[in-house]
């Protein structure tokens, strides 16, 4: 994966597909760039964050997320304008907790499971500057 970042934005490294035609600037997409946008699953922050809390409970490694660590790290991501995209392909290829890693990294989250068995989501930066 290469992370290309624009407005924090990730993406995985895709061929760029060939321009439409001269003249063309009405109509719409031609069939060569259809394919490539439903090839891509884009993540917005809310639907980063949604994963991150599936993904997070579909592993078992929580029953559940501390709802005041999903509305920090959504405020988080939101306002540092964090959004992700990635190929269905690859997506496809990855396992659950490949995805859930996936995710983390590109949102610059950290999970931690608390004894009493709920997930807490924090900022990767501020998680390395309390140890």
């Not at 895709?14 to 259809?34: H, I, L």
């Not at 690859?90 to 490949?98: G, K, L, V, Y």
Request: net charge positive; hydrophobic share 35%.
């Amino acid at each position: 994966m290469s992370a290309n970042s624009t407005e924090g934005e990730i993406r995985d490294e895709v061929p760029p597909t060939p321009a439409s035609t001269a003249g063309a600037s009405n109509a719409s997409p031609s069939p060569q760039q259809q394919p490539q946008q439903r090839e891509d699953i884009r993540f917005d922050p809310r639907r980063i964050m949604s994963a991150l809390v599936f993904h997070a409970c579909e592993e078992g490694k929580v029953e559940e997320v501390s709802p005041s660590s999903i509305r920090g790290t959504l405020r988080r991501l939101v306002r540092q304008k964090i959004s992700a995209i990635v190929s269905r392909e690859r997506w496809a290829a990855m396992t659950n907790p490949q995805r859930l890693e996936w995710l983390l990294k590109v949102s610059r989250t950290i999970f931690e499971a608390s004894p009493e068995g709920y997930g807490i989501l924090s900022e990767r930066a501020a998680a390395a500057g309390r140890k």
